[in-house]
């Protein structure tokens, strides 16, 4: 079983930048695969970012790309999540996950195993 939490989020003003933490606990993190997405009111869960279980390979969603940056240390059984140039429509509920398969990170948030309680971000204009 793999418990996650995020931390980091809050109210921030378009442009600024926020740090958000993923802390995982159980199972061997250095295994698996880590996503971030995130969910607005009556939107479905979006893909945000995601890297591999080493971070060589890292993948965004188009609307982040050039702004976000995703990170792991597998020592410290943490993912991060580094948001650059904040806009108002980032607002929504982050959410960290955890997929234990391949070690490679999906971009379907169906696939993933273990999510956190989620972290609201919102970016005043």
């Known amino acids: 079983q793999v418990q996650l939490v995020e931390s980091g989020g809050g109210l921030v003003q378009a442009g600024d930048s926020l740090r958000l933490s993923c802390a995982a606990s159980?199972?061997?993190?250095?295994?698996?695969?880590m996503g971030w997405f995130r969910q607005a009111p009556g939107k479905e869960r979006e893909f945000v970012a995601g890297?591999?279980?080493?971070?060589?390979?890292?993948s965004y969603g188009d609307s982040v790309k050039g702004r976000f940056t995703i990170s792991r240390d597998n020592a410290k059984n943490t993912a991060y999540l580094q948001m650059n140039s904040l806009k108002p429509e980032d607002t929504a509920v982050y959410y960290c996950?955890?997929?234990?398969?391949?070690?490679?990170?999906?971009?379907?948030?169906?696939?993933?195993?273990?999510w956190g309680q989620g972290t609201q971000v919102t970016v005043s204009s």
């Open positions: 159980g199972g061997t993190f250095s295994s698996y695969a």
């Open positions: 996950g955890a997929d234990l398969r391949f070690g490679i990170p999906d971009q379907l948030a169906r696939k993933y195993d273990y």
């Open positions: 890297i591999s279980t080493l971070g060589v390979t890292r």
